[in-house]
């Protein structure tokens, strides 16, 4: 995600491409969908220079797999969880989960969007918008709730509009 910003920016610089001159270098959005939302929220925590322009994070059915054998416990040969320490940041955040996505995932209890939600600082600006009756597909961009809350979330953090 974090390669994408910079060719993002690079076309915006480049003379032949179709978004020159159109995008605002210094704020982005990283989002994704299950593991890729789980990879956007990994994206806010790290050390890199590309991390001052994003602005916000959406985790749509965000699964997030995170091993580490100094924090987790070895379970079947991996050290796999997920505790605060792997989600600290400040950066507002906004996750859409399934009510019953771990009855779909069983074997990534404690990995999906509520615990992501759960896990991430009290002090970071965090939403989770729970799907009623929803599964790992509750997110779906083409559903109509999801896309309003979802623009809403861009509109307010990347474009500045206080009236969301």
């Excluded at 379970?75 to 955040?93: A, F, K, N, R, S």
């Excluded at 859409?96 to 404690?110: K, R, T």
Aim: glycine share 8%; proline share 5%; with cysteine.
């Amino acid at each position: 995600m974090i390669d994408a910003k910079t060719t993002i920016k690079e076309e915006n610089e480049r003379l032949a491409s179709p978004l020159y001159g159109m995008i605002d270098p210094n704020r982005f959005i990283v989002a994704g969908y299950s593991m890729g939302g789980g990879a956007s929220q990994i994206a806010l925590t790290l050390d890199h220079p590309n991390v001052s322009s994003i602005k916000a994070g959406i985790a749509l059915n965000p699964t997030i797999i995170l091993e580490d054998c100094d924090l987790c416990p070895i379970d079947g040969g991996y050290c796999i969880c997920l505790v605060p320490e792997m989600l600290d940041h400040d950066i507002p955040t906004f996750i859409v989960a399934g009510q019953f996505e771990v009855n779909e995932l069983p074997d990534y209890d404690g990995l999906l969007g509520q615990d992501i939600y759960e896990n991430t600082p009290e002090s970071t600006l965090k939403i989770l918008y729970e799907i009623e009756s929803g599964g790992h597909g509750s997110a779906e961009v083409s559903s109509s709730l999801v896309q309003e809350k979802v623009l809403q979330w861009v509109n307010y953090h990347l474009l500045e509009d206080l009236s969301y």
